[in-house]
Structures are given as structure tokens and as C-alpha cells.
């Protein structure tokens, strides 16, 4: 074997090499950041003084007017979640859900993992109140947005929990989904959620499935829906579950505050996941369910 050859089997081996290293180290794939769960939920209504009294007199949260948007106000569920609610609604728009956020550990890397997964991402970050996020759409055009709190930048403010709160967690946001495969592809193939529970109105029946963030408990709920969706119908799937730990107190508290405010407070059921819920809705429709945390004995 002449030595002409030996090298260009060495250079043929090297660039064998080469390109094998790229493979493993310099051309791999984006990874996923986690998700640990619901940040926001972001609402809108005709009018933030009869939306105020039910989330402020009548759920107990302090509200704060929102430094980006003086017709928003945001309600502090618990350090880090929340209820975002913006006056505006038109008289004939159904839709009442702006989106809901999610909380990443990494919002840049999760945004050009998501554009490596074929989603269409904005060029850029927002910075805003002391957070990275930015803004996509899931299969079924919902609005959905990351954030990641920046260490040391968050901005000071009184504390926001008078004590009052019914809840002090957001348990679960429903969305409407009309093709339950697509929206898998994108929560569970590209996102990492997983089905925890799936029910119906009847045991024959799949009305919803839950879906929980893959690194938290908090979870999203497809209410599955086929055709046109009526403006009662809309407020009632897009809505906001908040953990009670004892729905009797619950009902005490609310029955109460019931009396000032004029709102009337209708009695719980057991849902079909054999937990003691409630349903309340705001002046503009839109459903806020009660759900005790554990199946009833």
C-alpha cells in the first residue's frame, strides 16, 4: 500500500470523524426547557367596575392595576399565578379567553426549541414587568404565551394577599380543542404534558381530557367541542379552576359575601371525577370552577 493512498484514507477518516462530532456535539437538537406550570390566565370583560366586585368583593383577591395596560387589573392568586382581566369586550364577540401563560425556566430556549419543532415563533423576546416571554398559537389559534421570571429584576410591590382569597391556587384552565390529535401533537409530542384523566358526561362519552405540565401539577384541560360554539357554551369551556381545600368553607365564606354584593351562589355537585365542585361566573359569563383537591370519601 503506497503512501499516497494511506493518506487519503487518513483524510477520509478524518472527515468521517468530523462529521460524526458534529453529529454528537455541535448539531444536536434544541432541548426542551420545563414547563412548571399555569403562570397566567388572561381575560376580558365589558366592564372592570361589575368584574372588580366579583373577583375583588365577592372571591376576596386584592387587585392591582397592571403597569403595562391601564384598563387591565391583575389578581394575584399566589406569588406565581394569576388572573389577568382587561375591559373592552365587544357587545357581540363570544370570545372572552386571551390567552394563558406559561411558566419556562428558560423562555430563549424555548423559544428556538419550539422554532426547531416547526413552530412559528417571534423574532425576539418582550421584557416586560420583570419577565421573558414571548407569544405563539396552539393548533386550535389559542393564544399562548411562555414567561421566565428574571432573578433579581422582579419589581417591588406591597403585598398584594389581603387573607380574603377563596383560593391561593390555580388548579387547571380549560381550553376548547376541536382536534384532540392535533393538539397532542403540539402539548404531549412537542410541549411534554401527559394525560392524567379523561372524562365525559357519561361513561360511553369523552367530553374532556386533562393534560399536566411535565414538570409540575398544574395541568390543562381540553374541552373537546365539534362545530360552532354559542357564547353561554364558550364561557363555560374556557374557564378557570381554583383549588379549595374545604368546599363547605368555601360555600360559608361565599354565601356570606353574597349578601352585600347581590351575587347569588348556587349549591355543589360532585363532579364525574368524584370531587366536590362549584361553579361561579362573572358578570360576563365566563365560568370559575371550585374544585376540592382530593376525591370525596
Given at each position: 500500500?503506497?503512501?499516497?493512498?494511506?493518506?487519503?484514507?487518513?483524510?477520509?477518516?478524518?472527515?468521517?470523524?468530523a462529521s460524526f462530532t458534529c453529529g454528537l456535539v455541535f448539531c444536536q437538537s434544541p432541548k426542551r426547557p420545563p414547563v412548571t406550570g399555569i403562570a397566567c390566565v388572561q381575560l376580558q370583560v365589558s366592564e372592570l367596575k361589575t368584574a372588580t366586585t366579583f373577583y375583588g368583593s365577592l372571591l376576596g383577591y386584592s387587585l392591582v392595576r397592571s403597569p403595562l395596560n391601564k384598563r387591565s387589573v391583575i389578581i394575584r392568586v399566589n406569588p406565581?399565578?394569576?388572573?389577568?382581566?382587561?375591559?373592552?369586550?365587544?357587545?357581540?364577540?363570544?370570545?372572552?379567553?386571551?390567552?394563558?401563560?406559561?411558566?419556562?425556566?428558560?423562555?430563549?430556549?424555548?423559544?428556538?426549541?419550539?422554532?426547531?419543532?416547526?413552530i412559528s415563533v417571534p423574532a425576539a423576546l418582550s421584557t416586560e414587568d420583570g419577565q421573558l416571554s414571548f407569544t405563539i398559537q396552539d393548533p386550535?389559534?389559542?393564544?399562548?404565551?411562555?414567561?421566565?421570571?428574571?432573578?433579581?429584576?422582579?419589581?417591588?410591590?406591597?403585598?398584594?394577599?389581603?387573607?380574603?382569597?377563596?383560593?391561593?391556587?390555580?388548579?387547571?384552565?380549560?381550553?376548547?380543542?376541536?382536534?384532540?390529535?392535533?393538539?397532542?401533537?403540539?402539548?404531549?409530542?412537542?410541549?411534554?404534558?401527559?394525560?392524567?384523566?379523561?372524562?365525559?358526561a357519561s361513561d360511553s362519552i369523552t367530553n374532556w381530557i386533562n393534560m399536566r405540565v411535565p414538570e409540575g401539577t398544574d395541568y390543562l384541560e381540553y374541552m373537546l367541542v365539534s362545530g360552532p360554539v354559542g357564547r353561554q357554551q364558550l364561557g363555560s369551556l374556557h374557564h378557570i379552576a381554583l383549588m379549595v381545600p374545604d368546599m363547605q368553607q368555601a360555600v360559608d365564606v361565599l354565601s356570606s359575601r353574597s349578601i352585600s354584593n347581590g351575587y347569588p351562589v348556587a349549591a355543589p355537585r360532585i363532579g364525574r371525577n368524584n370531587r366536590w365542585q362549584l361553579n361561579l361566573f362573572d358578570p360576563d359569563g365566563t365560568r370559575i370552577e371550585l374544585m376540592e383537591p382530593f376525591p370525596m370519601r
Open positions: 500500500m503506497n503512501d499516497c493512498y494511506v493518506n487519503r484514507i487518513k483524510r477520509l477518516a478524518l472527515a468521517a470523524l406565581r399565578q394569576s388572573i389577568a382581566i382587561q375591559d373592552g369586550l365587544p357587545p357581540g364577540q363570544d370570545e372572552r379567553l386571551f390567552g394563558i401563560s406559561f411558566q419556562t425556566t428558560d423562555a430563549a430556549a424555548m423559544r428556538v426549541y419550539l422554532q426547531s419543532a416547526g386550535d389559534k389559542h393564544v399562548i404565551k411562555f414567561t421566565q421570571s428574571i432573578a433579581g429584576d422582579q419589581p417591588k410591590r406591597a403585598n398584594p394577599f389581603s387573607g380574603n382569597e377563596i383560593s391561593r391556587r390555580i388548579l387547571h384552565a380549560g381550553l376548547t380543542i376541536t382536534d384532540a390529535k392535533a393538539a397532542n401533537n403540539f402539548y404531549a409530542g412537542i410541549l411534554g404534558f401527559s394525560e392524567i384523566w379523561r372524562g365525559g
